[in-house]
């Protein structure tokens, strides 16, 4: 099979900052057409004639799975972290199908499309992705239920359900989150107490916080005002930010502590402990950006998606780290 590199770019891969490749029965990449550096951060001649494994930073085994669902040229959506040289993990979209007869990828960096990127273009990519991955979320879940009403499955598979469950129930608060940062539309504000809706956040990941061993300790100052909040937006972020700090714990069991307080003008501040959450100083300032958080398995978004729902309800977030606290969460609400 011939191999080609193609040098003048699509318009729409360039401005996407997509790289569109493909490769033989064989996985190795013989085609490669857009922004090589953007979205594998090589440029396309050296991605030419390389194992796809290679190329996508993932196992011989994935590049199988991502090959047989091209062939069947559904245009198949798939996400995955990829390893792509010394630092952290890339996400990566992909979309899958056949063209000029051969199995083909077009593939973005999530976090290079984020970089910079106007708010009204990242609520249309948290938007879309949320679409795409709810509706076979809600077959596999349908799936693990009808097995679970099986009354003879032994107890090494009642574990291995119980475990999916509980993924499961993680991939709905990113889904969740995913939704939440692509809202553009007013929240309901209305007065709510702080204790309550930290009590509501805890129950949203309770069974979570039991499996951990896990409690979360609620130290609130007398004379705490109410707050103004869409209750509803916030209690799934802050239920999340809760679970990430529970899983940051250097081992299970513990507890989580949150501090409640009078701020100034009016306003109430609420703080949460992250003992074992020390950031390196050079990624401090990305801990609030999507998916450059790597505290703790899902801070990818959930810090982000907290900030954005404070701020548009009138509030913020911020965070401080050093070696004798951990990082401190300090949240603060509109009175």
Do not use: C, I, W
């Given at each position: 099979m011939a191999i080609r590199?193609?040098?003048?770019?699509?318009?729409?891969?360039?401005?996407?900052?997509?790289?569109?490749i493909s490769w033989s029965p064989s996985l190795r990449v013989t085609r490669v057409v857009g922004d090589g550096e953007s979205a594998l951060h090589r440029p396309a001649p050296e991605l030419m004639?390389?194992?796809?494994?290679?190329?996508?930073?993932?196992?011989?085994?994935?590049?199988?799975?991502?090959?047989?669902?091209?062939?069947?040229?559904?245009?198949?959506?798939?996400?995955?972290?990829?390893?792509?040289?010394?630092g952290d993990p890339v996400p990566l979209r992909l979309t899958l199908l056949m063209e000029e007869g051969e199995a083909s990828a077009v593939i973005v960096d999530l976090r290079t499309l984020m970089e910079g990127a106007p708010p009204v273009q990242l609520s249309g990519l948290a938007s879309q992705l949320s679409h795409e991955l709810r509706n076979p979320l809600s077959s596999v879940k349908m799936a693990v239920q009808t097995l679970a009403r099986n009354t003879g499955l032994s107890e090494r598979?009642?574990?291995?359900?119980?475990i999916a469950n509980r993924e499961i129930r993680t991939l709905e608060r990113m889904l969740w989150q995913l939704s939440e940062y692509g809202r553009g539309t007013t929240p309901n504000l209305e007065q709510h107490a702080p204790r309550t809706l930290v009590q509501e956040a805890m129950a949203m990941v309770a069974p979570e916080l039991t499996e951990r061993r896990v409690e979360v300790q609620i130290d609130e100052?007398?004379?705490?005002?109410?707050?103004?909040?869409?209750?509803?937006?916030?209690r799934p972020v802050l239920a999340q930010v809760l679970l990430n700090v529970a899983m940051g714990m250097s081992s299970e069991g513990g507890a989580v502590k949150v501090a409640i307080r009078p701020?100034?003008?009016?306003?109430v501040v609420m703080e949460l402990v992250e003992p074992g959450g020390l950031l390196p100083e050079e990624k401090r300032d990305s801990l609030f950006k999507p998916y450059e958080c790597h505290l703790a398995r899902g801070a990818g978004l959930s810090l982000a998606a907290l900030r954005r729902v404070l701020q548009h309800q009138g509030g913020e977030v911020s965070a401080e780290t050093s070696p004798e606290t951990g990082t401190v969460f300090t949240l603060t609400f509109a009175a």
């Open positions: 590199y193609v040098s003048h770019l699509p318009m729409n891969l360039h401005l996407l900052q997509a790289v569109q004639e390389r194992p796809l494994h290679v190329v996508l930073g993932t196992t011989p085994e994935k590049v199988r799975q991502l090959d047989a669902l091209a062939r069947e040229d559904r245009r198949a959506v798939e996400f995955l972290y990829a390893s792509l040289g010394g598979d009642q574990r291995r359900l119980t100052a007398p004379d705490v005002p109410r707050v103004r909040v869409d209750a509803g937006r916030l701020g100034s003008e009016g306003r």
